[in-house]
């Protein structure tokens, strides 16, 4: 990691890609206000402003390479999280670009390890990007872990953790804890029709049908692929309009998610029953 001044005159922090043999292939370019870019050098001194044609690599490749076999090896996000996990005399890696930009091809440098522990930023886009990191490395063989810490606060990272106390001790025993992370085996599911799914979801959502089914497969969608899903409903009341998407949530979230969804619900439902009683005093 350096400091230095761009063309633009910010103060910024760039974190060097270095392969195999310690050549620079890119940096990626922190400025003051958090935004990120990627440069490569152009040969002459200066920089090339994307990475076109450039061989992607983990953070910090040849300290990884080195580390003993028996070490313990941690997955942030972000390259600050790295630095800062290495200052406490552990090992550790990220991806370039952030969360959801992990690539198969970054698990290959991974395959002979046995100890690999994913720690999440405290959010819903940190959580998505440990599955996939997780997901990737069991296609080449590796069961890693996936420690959601104690105690952070919303997007909350491993450096936070750290700052409110945390020790290497402490991190190595909470990623030894964890079950190595396995993914589901489909191969013996069987189909199930759009009928008896709504048949499965009719033991917990009143009525409804029709929408019931739309939400439980965005939410399928959205919890598979990693994604966001809008949906509104317009219905009489007390047909079950609240209870579709308090009870299908059941099924997809917890923790921080779930109690974020609920208070969104009951906000919206709220505002709905507040703008009702006020049509009716208007129209009165």
């Excluded at 790295?82 to 552990?90: F, K, P, S, T």
């Excluded at 992370?181 to 008896?196: A, G, R, T, Y």
Aim: net charge negative; with cysteine.
């Amino acid at each position: 990691m350096t400091k230095n001044d761009d063309f633009t005159k910010k103060n910024i922090v760039t974190y060097d890609y270095k392969d195999e043999s310690g050549m620079l292939l890119f940096q990626v370019v922190r400025y003051e206000t958090k935004d990120f870019r990627q440069r490569r050098p152009d040969g002459m001194g200066g920089w090339i402003r994307n990475l076109d044609g450039v061989r992607r690599i983990l953070y910090r490749l040849q300290e990884l390479l080195r580390a003993g076999s028996d070490d313990w090896v941690f997955i942030v996000e972000g390259e600050k999280d790295v630095d800062r996990l290495y200052d406490e005399g552990l090992v550790a890696t990220t991806c370039p670009m952030g969360a959801g930009k992990w690539d198969d091809n970054y698990s290959e440098f991974l395959n002979d390890r046995s100890k690999i522990c994913i720690i999440p930023d405290n959010d819903i886009s940190g959580r998505s990007h440990a599955k996939q990191v997780a997901e990737s490395l069991d296609h080449v063989g590796v069961k890693a872990r996936i420690l959601e810490l104690p105690g952070l606060a919303d997007k909350g990272d491993v450096s936070d953790w750290f700052d409110a106390g945390g020790s290497k001790k402490e991190l190595i025993k909470l990623a030894e804890a964890v079950t190595p992370f396995d993914m589901i085996d489909v191969s013996n599911f069987q189909p199930l029709s759009s009928k008896e799914l709504v048949e499965i979801l009719g033991l917990t959502i009143k009525k409804d049908e029709e929408n019931k089914l739309i939400t439980f497969l965005c939410q399928l969608s959205a919890y598979t692929e990693s994604s966001q899903f809008n949906i509104s409903f317009n219905a009489p009341s007390s047909t079950g309009k609240s209870y579709i998407p308090t009870e299908s949530e059941k099924q997809f979230m917890s923790g921080l998610e779930k109690r974020q969804t609920q208070s969104l619900i009951s906000s919206a439902l709220t505002k709905i029953q507040k703008d009702s009683c006020l049509r009716k005093e208007y129209e009165q």
